[in-house]
């Protein structure tokens, strides 16, 4: 048993989430080993999904190729995030 007040169990690795000892920032149901790491590693992510769409859909789109409209609403979705992480 911790000696701290318990908040749960990190949602990535499960260990025990402890008040003033492991838990987060952000408080969004990470160890701060977790939240950590995402946080490192947020930018990564951000330059790979912003690669994948100009090898992929804008690819498409440069060389007249239609998206669907499952693809038009993924692209959005993921311009929506790339500039939200930007900003």
């Known amino acids: 048993m911790s000696k701290g007040l318990s908040l749960g169990h990190c949602r ?3 260990s025990e989430i402890v008040n003033s000892v492991n838990d ?7 160890c701060e080993a977790c939240e950590y790491h995402r946080y490192q590693t947020q930018p990564r992510l951000l330059e790979a999904l912003d690669e994948l769409l100009c090898q992929t859909v804008d690819m498409d789109l440069a060389h007249g190729i239609a998206l669907t409209e499952g693809e038009e609403q993924a692209r959005a979705k993921a311009l929506a995030a790339i500039a939200e992480a930007r900003a």
Do not use: I, L, M
Request: contains cysteine; charged residues 30%.
């Open 24 to 30: 987060g920032v952000f408080r969004d149901g990470e």
């Open 12 to 14: 990535t690795c499960s």
